[in-house]
């Protein structure tokens, strides 16, 4: 042995190389996994659900305290949508345009009541933010249940 | 509690990508490192208080941190399997005189980054004036020099 005194670990540390090469190979995971839109919302990874009077659009994946928008358009005739307050209690609105004339609370419901003219020729657009992180669990249907939609995003840390 | 569990998985993740990315990020502040950092930290800012700006929440968050450094700190003095996980070991790269390619390879150092810490902490000129180098757990290349290839020093 040489006259050096050290606490070397050759193994260890090769160990370590080896370790530190697969965390770049995760890294690189990371980044390929933001650019395909799997990491918050994204044009790629947004959820599109189509039922007989209602369409819905929004991001499958969505960040804590970031707005992230969704789309809903109503089939002719309707003007008003029910969203669960179990959802209401995870998400903040931040915006709806347009601006719906009324608001009617029921035990499981908020009503919101649209201008019918205004929501037969154009979507109604929200942005929301998530207060809370995992899967959002959320229901969003026309007056009476005609249509619905689940809006269940995974909302990251 | 958000703020504590903001404080322990930011610490985390850092740690862990500070440690994936090798030790040579650390020593070598160049200007792209420099840059790296100061983006590192203004990132890392707004994740660890999210939209809180209260000063409870600082409190909360720097409690946190200082605490994990406190019990890493005692783990790895208890511990020589974390000691070595966290800090990692001291790479032998030039022994008696003999310079381990693979070994410095893997470091992603050169010849030159050793002929450079000669240089700068003990004026050698020649590869072979080295006796002894060794990749520091700071990511510092320690330099021992052959006495017999060595000048006296001046001063000192």
Not at chain 1, 39 to 66: H, M, Y
Not at chain 1, 95 to 106: C, G, K, L, N, S
Request: one cysteine or more.
């Amino acid at each position: 042995m040489s006259d050096l005194q050290i606490q070397d670990d050759i193994r260890f540390q090769r160990k370590t190389w080896i370790v530190q090469r697969v965390g770049w190979i995760l890294l690189c995971v990371v980044v390929v996994l933001a650019f395909l839109g799997f990491t918050g919302p994204s044009e790629l990874t947004t959820a599109k659900i189509t039922d007989a009077n209602l369409k819905l659009e929004f991001p499958r994946f969505a960040r804590q305290e970031t707005d992230f928008a969704v789309k809903i358009e109503l089939g002719p005739g309707s003007d008003r949508i029910e969203i669960s307050n179990e959802l209401l209690e995870k998400i903040n609105i931040v915006e709806v345009a347009p601006f719906p004339r009324a608001q009617i609370a029921t035990k499981e419901f908020t009503v919101l009541v649209f201008d019918r003219d205004a929501v037969s020729s154009v979507p109604i657009h929200f942005r929301l933010k998530p207060l809370r992180y995992g899967r959002l669990h959320g229901e969003i249907r026309l007056a009476g249940g005609e249509g619905r939609a689940d809006l269940n995003p995974f909302v990251f840390f | 509690m958000e703020s504590a569990l903001r404080g322990l998985f930011i610490y985390t993740i850092l740690l862990t990508i500070t440690r994936i990315s090798g030790r040579r990020t650390l020593a070598q502040m160049t200007a792209f490192d420099f840059v790296l950092l100061l983006i590192i930290s203004e990132a890392t800012q707004q994740a660890l208080l999210g939209n809180d700006f209260s000063g409870m929440n600082a409190i909360i968050v720097i409690a946190t941190l200082v605490l994990m450094d406190i019990g890493l700190s005692l783990a790895k003095q208890r511990s020589a399997l974390i000691d070595k996980l966290l800090d990692g070991v001291p790479t032998v790269l030039v022994r008696q005189g003999e310079f381990l390619e693979d070994r410095v390879s893997m470091a992603r150092l050169s010849r030159d980054d050793i002929l450079e810490a000669a240089r700068r902490e003990h004026g050698l000129s020649r590869f072979d004036q080295i006796q002894h180098a060794v990749l520091e757990r700071d990511g510092g290349i320690s330099i021992i020099p052959n006495p017999g290839k060595t000048p006296p020093r001046l001063g000192r």
